[in-house]
């Protein structure tokens, strides 16, 4: 069975950060491309960072790019997001998926939220 | 590409029909994607390349389309299909969804 589990999510004040981990489990992990998404209120689903399955290709959205950075460990089927930086508006629930840009496998989200 | 689903809500019954559109801003082929997503579930990857199933998908769900419009069809809705449907185009590297379509029950 596959599993997807998301940990690490909490409140942070502006300007504050946070590591985000991912654990998965019931596939080839090393050779699956990974993904953040998240959803906020003020932008609903967004896909905000990709790593493939050796670490060679790193992707982000403009939203996040230069404030996150995602990686991941192989060896313990784990994938995860420093986020630094953070701002009100990254608020909302953190989805670690599985795939390329086909999001096969979801976990249940971990609750980040900014706020003074 | 900018993605834009409706209706936003739609309520129907067992047995019915149901058809939701999702428009892209620029021609994205047939690479779009469906999901639904149950409360208290974790989302599931319906539909592929436009109008392929993913494994297991009941064949009541069918999803159409090209270019820059698509659909996606329960016939025969199931109390199971009570969820909030998201399309996404996977035509660009920046993957993004249409704001969700949540069907619920009449």
């Known amino acids: 069975e596959v599993q997807v589990v998301e940990s690490g999510g909490g409140w942070v004040q502006p300007g504050g950060s946070l590591r985000l981990s991912c654990e998965a489990s019931?596939?080839?992990?090393?050779?699956?491309?990974m993904n953040w998404l998240r959803r906020t209120p003020g932008t609903g689903l967004e896909w905000i960072s990709f790593?493939?399955?050796?670490?060679?290709?790193?992707r982000y959205a403009d939203s996040v790019e230069g404030r996150f950075t995602i990686s991941r460990d192989n060896a313990k089927n784990s994938v995860y997001l420093q986020m630094n930086s953070l701002r009100d508006e990254d608020t909302g629930l953190y989805y670690c998926?599985?795939?390329?840009?086909?999001?096969?496998?979801w976990g249940q989200g971990t609750q980040v939220t900014v706020s003074s | 590409i900018q993605m834009t689903q409706s209706p936003s809500s739609l309520s129907a019954s067992v047995g019915d029909r149901v058809t939701i559109t999702c428009r892209a801003s620029q021609n994205i082929g047939n690479s779009l994607n469906w999901y639904q997503h149950r409360s208290g579930k974790v989302p599931k990857f319906l539909v592929y390349d436009a109008s392929s199933l993913m494994s297991g998908v009941p064949s009541r769900f069918s999803g159409r389309g090209s270019g820059t419009d698509f659909t996606l069809t329960i016939t025969n809705v199931q109390p199971e299909d009570f969820a909030t449907y998201y399309c996404?185009?996977?035509?660009?590297?920046?993957?993004?969804f249409g704001q969700g379509t949540k069907l619920e029950m009449k």
């Open positions: 019931g596939f080839t992990f090393s050779i699956y491309e």
């Open positions: 998926v599985a795939g390329g840009k086909n999001f096969d496998h």
């Open positions: 790593i493939s399955g050796r670490s060679l290709t790193i």
């Open positions: 996404q185009q996977r035509f660009s590297n920046v993957p993004t």
